[in-house]
């Protein structure tokens, strides 16, 4: 069974930037739909970015332009980079791996595989 492990975030100021890092073990992420999901204090686990195993790039339009999603196969690790960042932008950031098919990729009733979470903070 694959295990996801989160690392990355913290305290930020708006405006400011954070790479949180997925590192795999356990199996490889090469044939997964790698994901973020958030999810806010009082708020659903929502969709935030998508990397499909077919190259595939998805987004949330709330995040879209600011945020990018990218794999090392190398390192087994997934990244997302986050820029601009503001304080909604606050929640806890889980990892998420799946091989269904990718018009689920945005689900998060599909994922197969959850990371424990990194919290995300932005001060305003």
């Known amino acids: 069974q694959m295990q996801l492990v989160e690392s990355g975030g913290g305290l930020v100021q708006a405006g400011g930037s954070l790479r949180l890092s997925c590192a795999a073990s356990g199996g490889y992420i090469e044939p997964y739909h790698m994901s973020w999901f958030r999810q806010a204090p009082g708020k659903e686990r929502e969709f935030v970015a998508a990397?499909?195993?077919?190259?595939?790039?998805y987004y949330d339009y709330s995040v879209k332009g600011r945020f990018d999603i990218s794999r090392d196969l190398a390192k087994n690790t997934v990244y997302l980079e986050m820029n601009t960042l503001k304080p909604e932008d606050t929640a806890v950031y889980y990892c998420?791996?799946?091989?269904?098919?990718?018009?689920?990729?945005?689900?998060?009733?599909?994922?197969?595989?959850w990371g424990q979470g990194t919290q995300v903070t932005v001060s305003s």
């Open positions: 998420a791996a799946e091989t269904g098919p990718v018009r689920n990729i945005r689900d998060p009733g599909t994922v197969g595989v």
């Open positions: 990397h499909s195993s077919l190259g595939g790039y």
